[in-house]
Structures are given as C-alpha cells and as structure tokens.
C-alpha cells in the first residue's frame, strides 16, 4: 500500500530524519521529491511511502506536525510512477546501449 504527505521545504529535513530513525517506518520503501519535479503546483515535498498499513499509520503519527495526507494522492502516484518508469528505460538504453 503507498501513501502520499506533502511536506514544506523547510520541514523536509526534519520529516526525513524522523521517519528514518524509526524502525518500522524505516524498513519501507520511502521517496521524496519535489512537487515541481512531478509537474504538480504546489510548494513543497512529496513523502511516498510504500509499506505494510502499520507502517503507514506509523507515519502518518510521526508526520503529524510535519506534513498532511495529500488528498490527490492518485495523481501524485501517477506521475512518480510515470517518471520512474522513464528513469528506468533511460538507464537500460544507457546499459544496454
């Protein structure tokens, strides 16, 4: 299961670190990029988490002061698979080019 935060630039070192230090939290597959970067309008950093739901709801407590559940999450899952699959495709020409 993935989740989508949208974090402040400035509070994104700190949600970083403190989902990092947890051990459950931490175990899961964690992203973050740029609004920007995926073509979304807003000010700020996606948190994507893939993991089990206890990891997810771990996060969403420790995120609670930091960032918010992005209500379009859909969209945002989208784009960063869409960008992923292109960085893949370009690394497999690079190799097997």
């Known amino acids: 299961m993935r989740e989508v935060w949208l974090v402040e630039t400035d509070k994104r070192p700190t949600a970083e670190e403190i989902l990092k230090k947890d051990d459950l939290v931490s175990r899961q597959s964690i992203f973050l990029r ?7 309008e807003e000010d700020g950093f996606f948190i ?8 997810l709801k771990k996060a969403d407590e420790l995120l609670k002061d930091l960032a918010k559940k992005y209500d379009e999450k859909e969209i945002v ?21």
């Open 34 to 40: 740029s609004a920007g970067a995926l073509g979304i």
């Open 77 to 97: 899952l989208h784009k960063f698979d869409e960008t992923e699959a292109a960085t893949s495709e370009a690394f497999g020409f690079i190799i097997g080019g």
């Open 48 to 55: 994507i988490i893939d993991g089990s739901d206890a990891a």
